[in-house]
């Protein structure tokens, strides 16, 4: 639900139910603290989750008070913070009061820092127009904004799935428009996506050794995917066997690669960085941004789902042989280079051509224009320490 977050200050918070379920028709998710210490601790932690902020005009200070040791102090209090935070975000504030000597009478710290505005917790008017005026100040905020947007993508912003910190992340992600600073936009995209596979580790769903000490970001996209890790990959990933009915769907294999083709350091940015500066547009950096958005969004739904845990099989000094399905892929031979006996394969699907050996040349006698099926695999480049893409076998 795109929800507004609005943090609350009172100290009858938890036993005031009608207010909260009021705010909840009105898409408005109070976040609720008996004091201001703790409430302004979140604060300095986390402003730019909420888009507003509703203080009590009499509640306690910290959380060693109780009873009836409450004052209006601690709306002074929370006020100050507030103009002090504001650097980081001005937060609009609104006080809500059930006392007389806020709602009937004029308070000095009300009057002095609202004009005496203060809306009534018994009045359900003055709280019908606590949620307008909440909406029409949050909706100033570029934070708001992209949080309503993209309210299915800040979804997984909690610690059920992603955590709260990649909030910040996608703030910056979205807003970003400079093409001069893509490589920081690639950086932090990258660091999402080893959020996510963190976040599959922790739902079980992908082993601990992919992840620490440190996410293998290659290992773990090809993992989930169910391929094969190539040749001289670590042995410690090539120990586990993922089983076919928790494969990544293929659109969403697809876009992890894409990803991570383009945003992971390597000798293979070079023809990135070229043309970037050739076009001078965000587009390509869009485009994977929106690439990752859509697989947040899946995650999300397929974590609901309640997929099956642990579903890989690890091979310890075992003679056992993996035999991976092979995926066939049709096509036509282009490009024979006739000196040198190699050639590249066009996939009827599009895409990138891909590499044919000489020596499958050879063995299958391939001529241009030929229609194959064949079988594709990754491998590193030890020379550029680049990850390429070549035909495994043939099928005419």
């Known amino acids: 639900m795109n929800n507004y977050r609005v943090i609350w200050f009172d100290d009858e918070h938890e036993s005031l139910n009608i207010i909260r379920e009021k705010a909840y028709l009105e898409n408005i998710e109070l976040v609720g603290f008996t004091n201001a210490k703790q409430g302004i601790d979140e604060l300095e932690q986390n402003i730019s989750m909420y888009d507003a902020a509703i203080i009590d005009g009499i509640f306690y200070t910290t959380s060693e008070q109780s009873g009836y040791n409450t004052n209006d102090k601690a709306l002074l209090n929370v006020a100050l913070a507030l103009e002090r935070l504001a650097s980081k975000k001005k937060l609009p504030w609104f006080i809500l009061s059930g006392q007389d000597s806020f709602t009937k009478n004029t308070n000095p710290f009300a009057e002095g820092l609202k004009n005496n505005k203060v809306y009534d917790k018994l009045n359900n008017s003055n709280l019908d127009e606590l949620w307008r005026d909440i909406k029409f100040e949050a909706d100033k905020h570029i934070e708001t904004q992209l949080r309503l947007k993209y309210y299915r ?133 869009k485009s994977v941004l929106f690439q990752l958005l859509d697989v947040l969004v899946w995650f999300k739904i397929y974590i609901d789902s309640g997929p099956k845990k642990e579903n890989w099989i690890k091979i310890e000094n075992s003679t056992e042989v993996y035999q991976p399905q092979i995926e066939l892929i049709s096509g036509t031979v282009i490009n024979l280079n006739t000196q040198k006996g190699f050639a590249f394969f066009k996939p009827d699907a599009g895409g990138d051509n891909i590499y044919i050996p000489a020596k499958l040349v050879a063995f299958h006698s391939l001529s241009a224009g030929m229609v194959v099926k064949v079988e594709v695999e990754e491998y590193t480049d030890e020379g550029k320490k680049e990850l390429k893409q070549r035909v495994r076998s043939i099928e005419c």
């Open 153 to 285: 993508v800040f979804e997984l912003c909690s610690e059920k799935y992603l955590g709260v910190h990649v909030e910040q992340e996608l703030f910056r992600l979205l807003r970003a428009e400079n093409e001069d600073t893509v490589e920081n936009h690639f950086n932090s995209i990258r660091k999402v996506i080893e959020d996510l596979f963190v976040a599959f580790n922790k739902f079980g769903l992908l082993p601990s050794d992919f992840v620490k000490p440190n996410v293998a970001l290659n290992q773990s996209s090809i993992f989930l995917s169910g391929q094969e890790q190539y040749e001289k990959t670590d042995a410690v990933y090539k120990q586990y066997k993922h089983l076919e009915d928790t494969y990544l769907p293929k659109q969403i294999s697809y876009y992890l690669r894409s990803i991570l083709n383009v945003t992971q350091a390597g000798s293979h940015r070079s023809e990135i960085d070229l043309h970037l500066r050739t076009v001078k547009t965000p587009y390509l950096f």
